[in-house]
């Protein structure tokens, strides 16, 4: 009986976390999409009229819209980050190649190298140091 009530719990945690995500058939919704799903669910939830409809989808609307917006403002801003930092590395070792010797700035690379992998096999991301 455990069995049963622990997969009955799963089954709606993952059912949910599926649906808080956004996403129908695998792809994530526009904000018209989205604001009209919102309106249909609310109206029918609330028994709204057509007046009331109409007005809903335009909050919805405004609403999906900035929050998208929102959205591809912090992607943006974080891809100028990424780009910054990545600029400051390369100065970084720019001015530390002409600190070392040849033999010093080796065993400096080979330790970030090290340290890189130390920290996971999963590659260099965007915007990550990459020893050359």
Same mark, same amino acid.
């Given at each position: 009986?455990?069995? #049963?009530?622990? %997969? #009955?719990?799963? %089954?709606?945690?993952?059912?949910?976390?599926?649906?808080?995500?956004?996403?129908?058939?695998?792809?994530?919704?526009?904000?018209?999409?989205?604001?009209?799903?919102?309106?249909?669910?609310?109206?029918?939830?609330? =028994?709204?009229?057509?007046?009331?409809?109409?007005? %809903?989808?335009?909050?919805?609307?405004? %609403?999906?819209?900035k929050m998208a917006n929102r959205a591809e403002d912090k992607k943006a801003e974080m891809e100028e980050l990424r780009k910054e930092m990545q600029n400051n590395r390369d100065a970084y070792d720019a001015k530390l190649k002409k600190i070392l010797t040849?033999?010093?700035?080796?065993?400096? =690379?080979?330790?970030?190298?090290?340290?890189?992998?130390?920290?996971?096999?999963?590659?260099?991301?965007?915007?990550?140091?990459?020893?050359?």
């Amino acid at each position: 009986m455990k069995k #049963i009530g622990f %997969l #009955i719990v799963a %089954l709606l945690l993952t059912g949910g976390m599926a649906m808080a995500q956004g996403m129908r058939n695998g792809k994530k919704m526009d904000p018209k999409e989205r604001a009209e799903k919102m309106t249909e669910r609310m109206a029918k939830e609330y =028994s709204l009229n057509e007046a009331q409809k109409k007005d %809903l989808l335009e909050a919805n609307m405004t %609403l999906t819209e900035k929050m998208a917006n929102r959205a591809e403002d912090k992607k943006a801003e974080m891809e100028e980050l990424r780009k910054e930092m990545q600029n400051n590395r390369d100065a970084y070792d720019a001015k530390l190649k002409k600190i070392l010797t040849e033999e010093q700035y080796a065993a400096y =690379s080979k330790k970030q190298a090290e340290r890189q992998n130390k920290m996971g096999d999963r590659g260099p991301r965007d915007g990550q140091r990459r020893n050359k």
